[in-house]
C-alpha cells in the first residue's frame, strides 16, 4: 500500500494502467489497494474516467533520505513504519530483540498509541508526528532526573524554530500553544533504572491536523497556528539535532542545568494549580522545579516537592 502512496503522494491524476505497471500488477489489483487507502487510512481518492485516480490532497510522507537531507548532525538510524501498535512499544520490542541504541522509530499512524495515564494518543494516518527514540541509559538515575522535561525544552524550541509563537509549557512534559495542547511526550523504561536500562522517549506532535472529533481536550497542531503546511521530515530532522544538543547537555550537567530556562518556559509559573493523582487533589500554588525535574509546590506557605508518572496538573480556577 505504501508503494501505492507513494506514486500517488504528489496530488496528481495517475492512469489504474500506470499505476499498475509500476507496481507490476494488474489494474484490478489497483483498484483493491486503492479501496484499502480509502478504507484503512481514511484518505479520499478522486476517480475520474478517462484522467484516472488522485489523492484529494498531497500527501507529505515520511522519508529516511528527505529527513536525511535536512539533517545536519549525526543521524540516529530511523525504522519508519506505515501502521504500527505504538512507536513507544515497538521501540521496547526492538530493544529487547538488541537494537543497538541509540534509534529512532516513526510510524505513519499508530492503531494503539499510548498516552500518559493510560489514555490514548489519537494517531491518523500522515497527520501528525509519531516518533519514539531508545536511549541506552548506563549512569544510573541521575541521567533519568528530569529527562522528560529536557524533552518538552527540545520540543518547544523545534515548534519555534518553524515559527510557532507563545509556545509554553506545563508541568511535567505538556507543550502548549495558547492554553492548548500540541504534544504529548511519554517516556517508558524498560531494565534496571540503577544501574542498565533502555528509556524510550515518545514524542506525538499534532503537525497538520485540522480536525478531530476524538480529542476530548483543547488541542491545536502546527499548521493550525502557522496557516502552511508542515514538511513532516523537515520536522524529524529538526527535533532530532535539538534532542541531540538537550540530551548531551543533560548527560553532561544534570537536569540542574535546565531548572531556571524551565521554568521561564513554565506556562503555570507562580499561579494557583491543583495536582491531581487519581482521586486526590493537592491545591498550591506552582512555583517551579526541583533540580530533579519534580515540581515545587507552594502549600500553606511552606514548599513541597513531587514527582511521578501518574501526576497531572491542573489550573485552579477559585471563582
Ligand atoms: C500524553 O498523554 O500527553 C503523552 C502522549 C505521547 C504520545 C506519543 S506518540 C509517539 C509515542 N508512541 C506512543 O504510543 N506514545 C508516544
Not at 198 to 227: A, K, P
Not at 271 to 282: E, F, H, M, Y
Request: glycine share 12%; charged share 20%.
Amino acid at each position: 500500500m505504501l508503494k501505492l502512496l507513494n506514486l500517488l503522494k504528489d496530488g496528481r491524476f495517475h492512469s489504474g494502467e500506470a499505476l499498475g505497471a509500476a507496481l507490476g500488477v494488474s489494474r484490478s489489483a489497483v483498484w483493491k489497494q486503492l479501496q484499502h487507502i480509502e478504507s484503512d487510512l481514511n484518505l479520499t481518492i478522486h476517480k475520474v474516467r478517462g484522467r484516472g485516480y488522485q489523492l484529494s490532497t498531497p500527501l507529505n510522507l515520511l522519508d529516511s533520505a528527505a529527513i536525511a537531507e535536512f539533517a545536519l548532525g549525526d543521524q540516529w538510524p530511523v525504522f519508519i513504519h506505515e501502521s504500527i501498535d505504538s512507536t513507544n512499544a515497538e521501540g521496547l520490542r526492538l530493544a529487547a530483540d538488541g537494537q543497538a541504541a541509540p534509534f529512532l522509530v516513526l510510524a505513519e499512524r499508530q492503531s494503539a498509541g499510548r498516552g500518559r495515564r493510560g489514555r490514548q494518543w489519537i494517531s491518523p494516518f500522515a497527520e501528525n508526528l509519531y516518533y519514539s527514540l531508545v536511549l541506552r541509559v548506563e549512569g544510573g538515575m541521575r541521567q533519568l532526573e528530569g529527562l522528560s522535561l529536557v524533552v518538552g525544552l527540545a520540543v518547544m524550541r523545534s515548534l519555534q524554530a518553524f515559527g510557532l509563537k507563545d509556545v509554553g509549557l506545563k508541568w511535567p512534559n505538556d507543550v502548549l500553544v495558547n492554553g492548548r495542547k500540541i504534544t504529548g511526550i511519554l517516556l517508558e523504561l524498560v531494565g534496571d533504572p540503577a544501574d542498565v536500562c533502555h528509556v524510550v522517549l515518545g514524542i506525538g506532535i499534532n503537525v497538520n491536523m485540522l480536525s478531530s472529533e476524538q480529542i476530548d481536550q483543547q488541542w491545536t497542531s502546527m499548521r493550525g497556528e502557522v496557516g502552511r503546511v508542515i514538511d513532516r521530515n523537515h520536522l524529524v530532522a529538526l527535533l532530532s539535532q535539538q534532542l541531540q544538543h538537550e540530551l548531551a547537555r543533560h548527560r553532561r550537567y544534570g537536569f540542574a542545568a535546565f531548572q531556571e530556562e524551565w521554568e521561564q518556559a513554565h506556562l503555570w509559573q507562580g499561579q494557583k494549580v491543583s495536582l491531581v493523582a487519581g482521586t486526590t487533589r493537592i491545591d498550591g500554588i506552582a512555583r517551579g522545579v526541583d533540580g530533579q525535574g519534580g515540581l515545587r509546590l507552594e502549600i500553606d506557605g511552606v514548599e513541597k516537592s513531587f514527582s511521578g508518572g501518574e501526576l497531572s496538573l491542573r489550573l485552579r480556577n477559585d471563582s
